[in-house]
């Protein structure tokens, strides 16, 4: 579909799409790729835009750091990108990664994930390193500056009498407040013996009830077996309900997305179920409810057929997820990992991975901001 022809089904639709704003070009900046987008609305309204910037080596193992940038205007505009994730002292490779001969030299800062905390005017944002340590920070300025990285790593190795991981992940995308002031994000951990050191994987969530100042696990929501096959990077948000939903990435051979729902965003997790009109292309996917219209919004590339990463599409829920019956498309091309957010004025923000296929396979050239008028 051409992008006139494109526009023209969109506003049909109902839709007012606005040009899309490319904020990572892989080559800029001395980095070979930018990757893993994530976005939130801050409590004051404004935008923060972040994600992965590889350094040399675009695999998920190479060096890599951690880089956001910032609006004022409602994602219009941003400020300059600025790596925000440094810890100190020397930091040790991960030995699942150096056993499967995938680690490269430099230090990995992976998996940004922010949570907009409404209730104490804050934004927290979780990173981890070299897939197996976790940190938290937070701003009380409105993402403008950040406290120094506290560990949590503590958080996960609760896990380890349940699962002995060797690998880590927080999200990405985002995390939520849940309307107790309750903050969650899902997470996914495996034993690091299978591919890319990433598989088996098992997804759960973490959670904080003081703001950040603490971390505690919840349980292992998917477990990994022959029906769910390596669950991994999940979305949360909370239904009108007040009930929490879990939606989770597999490779299963159904090629559906696995959703579940939890009275709390961490324990009594409701049996994974796969769901039909969910495509699963093995890639992130993010949800974002929204309380004021109780809509579920859910944004991955809609492919059905061979897996491939393209046809973004926003797809809407008016009843809690169980049908979507609105679809929306984004981008018709090549696209991989997205994430949402709601502008101040009600647009729906979608950040993603843009770019063109090599060997048929998707290869990211941006990182991308599209704005999404929806009827209401």
């Known amino acids: 579909m051409r992008r006139r022809e494109f526009m023209a089904a969109a506003l049909a639709a109902g839709t007012e799409p606005a040009a899309p704003i490319d904020l990572f070009e892989s080559g800029a900046g001395g980095y070979e790729r ?13 935008i923060l835009a972040y994600c992965e910037a590889r350094k040399s080596n675009p695999n998920d193992w190479g060096e890599t750091d951690i880089f956001l940038r910032r609006s004022t205007d409602g994602g219009r505009t941003f400020a300059p990108p600025a790596n925000i994730a440094r810890i100190a002292g020397p930091v040790e490779e991960n030995p699942a990664g150096v056993a499967q001969k995938v680690a490269a030299p430099g230090v990995l800062y992976d998996n940004p994930l922010a949570i907009s905390d409404t209730k104490a005017r804050a934004v927290h944002f979780l990173f981890c390193v070299e897939y197996m340590r976790a ?111 879990l939606n989770v990435r597999t490779e299963s051979p159904n090629a559906r997305r696995t959703v579940l729902t939890s009275p709390d965003g961490a324990t009594h997790w409701s049996a994974p179920r796969f769901h039909a009109e969910l495509p699963e292309p093995v890639c992130f996917a993010s949800l974002l409810g929204d309380a004021k219209s109780k809509r579920l919004f859910f944004i991955n590339p809609d492919n059905f057929e061979n897996r491939q990463r393209k046809n973004l599409a926003v797809r809407v829920s008016r009843d809690n997820g169980r049908t979507w019956p609105e679809k929306h498309v984004i981008d018709p091309g090549w696209a991989g990992y997205s994430d949402i957010a709601l502008a101040p004025n009600g647009d729906l923000l979608c950040f993603y991975e843009r770019g063109a296929a090599a060997s048929n396979h998707f290869e990211n050239r941006y990182l991308t901001l599209s704005r999404l008028r929806l009827p209401r």
Do not use: C
């Open 34 to 46: 930018y990757r893993i987008p994530g976005i939130v609305t801050t409590p004051k309204g404004s």
């Open 135 to 245: 940190f938290h920070m937070r701003s009380d300025d409105d993402g403008v500056t950040w406290s120094a990285p506290v560990e949590i790593t503590a958080t996960f190795n609760a896990f380890r009498p349940d699962y002995p991981w060797q690998v880590i992940a927080i999200g990405p995308g985002h995390g939520i407040q849940l309307r107790n002031g309750r903050l969650a994000a899902a997470v996914w951990l495996s034993t690091g013996t299978g591919g890319h050191a990433h598989r088996p994987s098992v997804a759960a969530t973490i959670y904080s009830d003081d703001h950040g100042k603490s971390w505690k696990r919840g349980a292992i929501a998917v477990p990994n077996g022959p029906e769910f096959v390596n669950p991994s990077e999940g979305a949360l948000a909370q239904l009108s309900t007040g009930e929490v939903v």
